[in-house]
């Protein structure tokens, strides 16, 4: 605990990082505040059926993505998953579509372009989902929700533009917090939302359990607890494992034909892609729920197996999207023909590896051998949560049994960390999961 106190403390005293925390945080009550704030014509104390229809499914993930503002009919309702579909349609365009490839070939200008089609995009689906989603309000509600002698065609038009103003302002918060705060904006902002659901969650499972007559209600709420610990601990170990390639950067001595120099490695992580292929396989498996406007009862079979996360179809497609995006999402970040060239340029090799195209083709098999594992893995995690209502824990805290939400709150928090770390360690100062205590240089200033 000391050890801790100190470390915040080094925070503390590092201006910039102060700054940077402090402006986190700031937005990230904005936010919050934002998902309370109701829609202008809606009647906050009608929307129980709302909220009774976000309490389980897949429309439960929805509203925990969001926050809670989906079930509150909040002017952020919508959320950031809107922005996280264009990202992947654009990622698909990046690679199948000349023009996309080019822009990403030209650096910083290609990737402002390309943030400002998938900005573009992401409008267009908030112009399609928010009529979806007031029209969704509506039924659910029976008009109870909406104030008296309204007028539907400008409540529908205004509250649209709002639903869309309201996701573009948290997307320009997510990207504030990546310049100017911690970093990861986009992924925090959704950790926080699925964090603000946990209490309610976890209340409500103790109380489900306990309130089982007998001692087997304690003892099964214990045995959970331990399952959650031992799962958040292989979660954290997945995604910060890696395999270490050496590489030898070959330096020639000087009058021979020898080599030398000292042995690096290349750190290929098991899960290089992070929380990314969970995110964007999140974001597809709500496709079903926009097209059928939320509404299960008028839906064909399958589109209720899409929208039931706890169906065997539902959970096969995105095992395979996990797996798919894995690979995908790995392909675009490490390149293995470039990674290659920059160790040849360097001077650098394998030890038995010739460099070039045989380095790329080494390279290539160790990062399939190592993610075919690690996605199987990740995806095991990811659909633990309809194991756990299997055994009767209940929906609210079975998605945080596993699951998109766990594996999300570990790799940004993970991620998090590493950012808050790197600011202690240039500066002199143990990061956050050392010691915490001040490690100076005899020429530091601090």
């Known amino acids: 605990m000391k050890k801790l106190i100190e470390t915040i403390k080094n925070i503390w005293r590092i201006e910039d ?25 809606i009647d906050s104390a009608n929307l129980q059926a709302l909220q009774q229809q976000t309490s389980g499914g897949l429309m439960s993930l929805l509203n925990m993505f969001s926050g809670g503002a989906f079930s509150n009919a ?63 309000l509506n039924n659910q509600t029976q008009g109870a929700a909406l104030a008296p002698g309204l007028n539907w065609t400008w409540f529908s038009i205004s509250s649209t ?3 869309a103003a309201g996701s573009m302002f ?50 099964k709420f214990l045995f959970e607890i331990i399952v959650f610990v031992l799962v958040i601990a292989a979660s954290i170990i997945l995604v910060s494992a890696t395999r270490k390639v050496p590489v030898q950067y070959a330096k020639r001595v000087m009058g021979t034909k020898q080599y030398g120099g000292a042995r ?114 990740i995806a095991l995690i990811a659909i633990m949560p309809a194991f756990a209502g299997i055994f009767g824990v209940t929906q609210e805290f079975a998605q945080f049994f596993g699951g998109t939400s766990l594996l999300i709150l570990v790799g940004v928090v993970l991620d998090t960390i590493q950012q808050i770390e790197s600011h202690l360690l240039v500066r002199h100062y143990d990061g956050l999961l050392n010691a915490g205590h001040v490690r100076r240089s005899e020429n530091s200033a601090l």
Do not use: C
């Open 17 to 41: 990082l102060r700054t940077r925390l402090l402006i986190t945080i700031l937005f990230i009550a904005i936010y919050r505040f934002g998902s309370f704030v109701v829609l202008p014509g």
């Open 74 to 136: 909040s002017i952020f309702a919508l959320g950031i998953m809107p922005y996280i579909s264009a990202s992947i349609v654009m990622q698909l365009l990046a690679v199948a579509v000349p023009t996309f490839q080019k822009m990403q070939r030209e650096g910083e200008s290609g990737r402002r372009k390309i943030n400002q089609y998938t900005r573009y995009l992401t409008i267009a689906i908030l112009l399609f989902q928010a009529p979806t989603y007031l029209i969704n």
């Open 161 to 163: 533009i709002i639903l």
């Open 170 to 219: 948290i997307l320009w918060l997510g990207e504030r917090i990546t310049d100017k705060g911690v970093g990861n904006g986009v992924s925090l902002i959704i950790m926080i939302g699925i964090i603000a659901r946990f209490p309610t969650a976890f209340v409500q499972e103790l109380t489900t359990t306990l309130s089982t007559p007998g001692a087997g209600g304690l003892i």
């Open 264 to 377: 690096q490695y290349i750190p290929l992580k098991m899960f290089a892609a992070n929380v990314m292929p969970i995110i964007f396989a999140q974001a597809l498996m709500f496709i079903p729920m926009a097209i059928v406007g939320y509404n299960t009862d008028s839906a064909s079979w399958v589109a209720r197996q899409f929208m039931d996360h706890t169906s065997l179809l539902y959970n096969i497609v995105f095992v395979i999207l996990i797996i798919a995006f894995t690979y995908f999402y790995t392909a675009i970040t490490m390149n293995p023909q470039q990674m290659a060239e920059d160790m040849k340029r360097n001077n650098g090799f394998i030890p038995g590896v010739k460099p070039g195209k045989s380095t790329a083709n080494y390279l290539d098999t160790i990062m399939s051998r190592i993610m075919l594992p690690g996605s199987l893995f």
